[in-house]
């Protein structure tokens, strides 16, 4: 998908996500996380065919640097089904020794053979966005008291209105951890871009107690854009946080540092680990102290 809006902030939002060749047996790996750099990072992708979303099981990932002869690593990608639209991706975790181009070669076994499909990507010194570990940018974002409709806080409807309760900056300064996502209900147009406000309302249902919830809209006028993206202004807290597409969620420590990092659709079961992981340091001390 790429972002046409006529008066937009910054060139640098480019087209996304990555799409790999079609293979010969007609299959192509999307890739979702296109913000990688040195070090640990979440590397998930969808599988297509002509007849659409692959399942497969297992599903291995192997790297390469293309400037080097060697392969540095393969990678069991485990699926995550979205529990919507029919459709799963495939997650794991990837090493980067450093930054340049890279290659992914991806095999699993699909209509009783086996598949190879392939993506390359640009790994970064540093990605755009914040990494694990590193402080969230502490910015504004509408709530309720800012606006006379609530139409002017998102593109989709909203069902559940406490995900505008609070700005990111206030949530940032408390003593909770917080899940903070930044998407387009209205405009999730693309094959790895999900309902992502529908997990978030869904999980602050059953973590509200521990964690804050925001779901931050990327654009700054969603009650003027319906149907025409020309109009569209980008939101001041997308590129504060540095993001280069449309669709991210961060979990965020009661210590203000990023614990994790989503781009791309996260479905319920992946971000519930992530944020039980969290919540289980915080009450036991490791990750604040008072």
């Not at 002509?50 to 400037?67: C, H, K, T, W, Y």
């Not at 139409?151 to 209105?161: A, D, F, H, K």
Request: charged share 20%; net charge negative.
């Amino acid at each position: 998908m790429g972002f046409g809006c006529s008066n937009r902030q910054d060139e640098s939002l480019g087209l996304y996500p990555l799409k790999g060749p079609v293979s010969e047996k007609g299959y192509q790996v999307i890739l979702a996380t296109t913000d990688l750099g040195k070090g640990s990072n979440r590397f998930a992708f969808v599988l297509i065919s002509s007849q659409g979303f692959v399942r497969a099981m297992p599903v291995d990932v192997s790297i390469f640097e293309l400037n080097a002869p060697l392969e540095i690593g393969t990678y069991e990608a485990y699926p995550v089904e979205w529990g919507v639209q029919n459709r799963i991706m495939y997650v794991t975790n990837v090493v980067f020794t450093s930054k340049g181009k890279w290659n992914a070669t991806i095999e699993f076994e699909h209509n009783q053979s086996n598949q190879r499909a392939e993506v390359s990507f640009e790994v970064q010194e540093k990605p755009r966005s914040p990494m694990v570990g590193e402080v969230a940018p502490v910015v504004n974002s509408k709530t309720l008291d800012d606006v006379d409709d609530m139409s002017e806080l998102s593109t989709g409807t909203i069902s559940q209105p406490e995900l505008y309760r609070h700005s990111i900056a206030k949530v940032l300064k408390s003593d909770r951890p917080s899940v903070i996502t930044f998407s387009s209900p209205a405009f999730c147009r693309n094959e790895v871009c999900g309902p992502q406000v529908e997990v978030i309302a869904e999980l602050y249902d059953y973590k509200k107690e521990e964690a804050f919830f925001i779901h931050s809209e990327v654009y700054d006028n969603p009650e003027e854009i319906q149907g025409n993206l020309e109009v569209a202004r980008f939101s001041q807290a997308l590129f504060e946080w540095g993001l280069s597409s449309l669709q991210w969620t961060f979990i965020v420590g009661c210590d203000g540092h990023v614990f994790n990092r989503f781009q791309g659709f996260v479905a319920l079961g992946e971000l519930t680990e992530a944020l039980n992981d969290l919540i289980g340091k915080y009450e036991s001390g490791t990750l604040c102290l008072s």
